[in-house]
């Protein structure tokens, strides 16, 4: 096999309400990419660098009714052969032109909100890289690589929605201190995994 990069992006995208109109929806989309070059509209998950208004770039949606943001984060990884070898990477992104706020919600407690979605997919980022460093990849494995990939998605997409509504899309402050806590303490836990 050659040396090329494949990219899945998978991303789940999780719309954040209003705080005096709690209503929200997602979706999920999957698209593949070739050799891919580096999107500078992408941000990679940071600890040192957490979001702030400015990246959320995207129009805010006019049908949307009792929005106040939206969150488009991303797992990111990527494949390619050496030799034999199978070698991947995988990463937290955060789309800046499908992400977006309405102007009159740009507060720090939504903000804490948003990036809360965006900490816990760098939480199901690290469980990836945990889970693959199980495994010695040869070429030919992609398939069993995508397994493994698969069988997180929905642990990931269940973390998220049980957030939203746990939080009441961000309007009960005490779950939301709560959640930031328990999603601060799963990101210590895999810190070898970051």
């Known amino acids: 096999m050659g040396s090329f990069w494949q990219v899945l992006y998978i991303s789940l995208t999780f719309l954040c309400c209003l705080s005096i109109y709690p209503a929200g929806s997602h979706y999920t989309e999957m698209t ?40 488009c984060s991303i797992i990111e990884y990527k494949y390619h052969c050496e030799g034999d070898k199978l070698i991947y990477s995988v990463e937290a992104k955060f789309n800046k032109l499908q992400s977006w706020a309405r102007e009159e919600s740009k507060n720090e407690h939504i903000l804490e909100h948003e990036q809360l979605h ?68 799963h990101l210590a836990a895999h810190a070898n995994f970051k």
């Open 32 to 71: 593949y990419s070739f050799n891919a070059p580096e999107d500078v509209n992408k941000i990679a998950w940071s600890a040192s660098a957490p979001l702030t208004w400015a990246d959320f770039k995207g129009k805010p949606d006019n049908t949307a009714i009792g929005i106040a943001a939206l969150t």
């Open 118 to 185: 965006f900490d816990i997919t760098e939480l199901y980022a690290r469980k990836l890289r945990e889970k693959l460093a199980t495994y010695s990849f040869s070429c030919g494995d992609e398939p069993i690589f995508e397994s493994f990939v698969n069988s997180l998605m929905d642990d990931w997409s269940y973390m998220q929605h049980k957030y939203d509504a746990e939080t009441q899309y961000s309007l009960d402050e005490v779950m939301q201190h709560a959640w930031v806590s328990f999603i601060d303490g």
